[in-house]
Each structure stands twice: as structure tokens, then as C-alpha cells.
Antibody, heavy 119, light 104 residues
Framework: EVQLVESGGGLVKPGGSLRLSCAASGFTFSSYSMNWVRQAPGKGLEWVSSISSSSSYIYYADSVKGRFTISRDNAKNSLYLQMNSLRAEDTAVYYC????????????WGQGTLVTVSS | EIVLTQSPGTLSLSPGERATLSCRASQSVSSSYLAWYQQKPGQAPRLLIYGASSRATGIPDRFSGSGSGTDFTLTISRLEPEDFAVYYCQHSETFGQGTKLEIK
């Protein structure tokens, strides 16, 4: 069974940092691109970042470029999102998601971890 | 940058009725990249349709997707109580704003 479990969310002050993790199991993690998608309270879905299976290709939304860093450790079946210079508008539930094909859609999602940026 | 516009914003229907949800792209897009998700309160999104018309694993056949170019449609043939949720379309890194399907 495919499982994605996020952790690392919490309350952080504006300008602070947080590192999210996503533990993957039930599939060959090293064969799939992975994504972070976030959802602000009461709002829609927003793609944040993508990383290819071997970390060769990395992409970011303009809203987080230069502040967030996506990475993965295929030996540990883990995905990460390092978030620096956090702003109030980064407050959201952050989901990790497996990219099902080469076309960007996500076939499995974690349950999400809440990041709250507030003083 | 491609913008996806979903309509209507809210759709009020009764169980047993047919639901038609629209997703319009600001420019022609590849059907291969068009997906639909269902999200219930407090839950992660669930993939329903990928490649515009292919059902994801375990998705009932009352859900169907169609369209090409700039206009895509998600159809739920006969609504079940568990189908009332928010639906999102996605193309590559862009999501639509969602359609809330509520019980009338």
C-alpha cells in the first residue's frame, strides 16, 4: 500500500524557518518524481515545488522561489522541503504527493502537515 | 502562464442527479496533463481522472472526464451521497479554483 506521511509542521514566526519531511513507503520511491502542494485555510490548491526521481530537475512556484528548497534522499525514501524567510501568506497545509506519470498529475497524497506563520 | 477557470463555483444538486463540472484553460493545453481531484473536508485530494478521460485506480465508473483544447468536463452520472465535495482540475503546475458540489 502506498503511504506518504508528512511531518515537521508547526507554528513559526515571520522570517523563521521550518523543514518538512515526507516519508514514503509501499512503492519504489526512487522511480517517481515528487511534489509539494499547499492549501491555505479555506482556499484552493497551490503547487509549490517538484523534484524528479534522481533530483536532476527541480522546479518552484514563483511565490516560494529563493526561499524554499526541495530535496530528497532515495536511500531513506524521504522527501523534504526546507522553508526559509517564512511569511504569513505561507500559512497552509502542505501535502507531499507522488507524481503518477510524466504529466504532472498526482496519484497519491499524504495527509498533510499544517504550517502556521504568525507572531 | 496557463489559468484554469472552473465553473460553476458552487453546484447544488440532489442525490441521483447528474453533475457536470467545467474546467476552461486560458490557452489550448495537452489533454495528457489534465487531471481532476475530489477533496472532502479535512482530507487530502484524491485523484479521479488523469489524461482528461482516464479513471484512476478504484474510481467508480459514474465518474467520467472529457474534453480537449481549452474545455474539459467532469461528469458524475448519478450522484451518491459521498460525492458531495470540492472538485479541482489541474494542468501541470496549475490548479483551478475548485467547484463545490453541495446537496440541494
Amino acid at each position: 500500500e502506498v503511504q506518504l506521511v508528512e511531518s515537521g509542521g508547526g507554528l513559526v514566526k515571520p522570517g523563521g524557518s521550518l523543514r518538512l519531511s515526507c516519508a514514503a513507503s509501499g512503492f519504489t520511491f526512487s522511480s517517481y518524481s515528487m511534489n509539494w502542494v499547499r492549501q491555505a485555510p479555506g482556499k484552493g490548491l497551490e503547487w509549490v515545488s517538484s523534484i524528479s526521481s534522481s533530483s536532476s530537475y527541480i522546479y518552484y512556484a514563483d511565490s516560494v522561489k529563493g526561499r524554499f528548497t526541495i530535496s530528497r534522499d532515495n536511500a531513506k525514501n524521504s522527501l523534504y522541503l526546507q522553508m526559509n524567510s517564512l511569511r504569513a501568506e505561507d500559512t497552509a497545509v502542505y501535502y507531499c504527493a507522488r507524481e503518477g506519470g510524466s504529466s504532472g498529475w498526482n496519484d497519491y497524497w499524504g495527509q498533510g502537515t499544517l504550517v502556521t506563520v504568525s507572531s | 502562464e496557463i489559468v484554469l477557470t472552473q465553473s460553476p463555483g458552487t453546484l447544488s444538486l440532489s442525490p441521483g442527479e447528474r453533475a457536470t463540472l467545467s474546467c476552461r484553460a486560458s490557452q489550448s493545453v495537452s489533454s495528457s496533463y489534465l487531471a481532476w481531484y475530489q477533496q472532502k473536508p479535512g482530507q487530502a485530494p484524491r485523484l479521479l481522472i488523469y489524461g482528461a478521460s482516464s479513471r484512476a485506480t478504484g474510481i467508480p465508473d459514474r465518474f467520467s472526464g472529457s474534453g480537449s483544447g481549452t474545455d474539459f468536463t467532469l461528469t458524475i452520472s448519478r450522484l451518491e451521497p459521498e460525492d458531495f465535495a470540492v472538485y479541482y482540475c489541474q494542468h501541470s503546475e496549475t490548479f483551478g479554483q475548485g467547484t463545490k458540489l453541495e446537496i440541494k
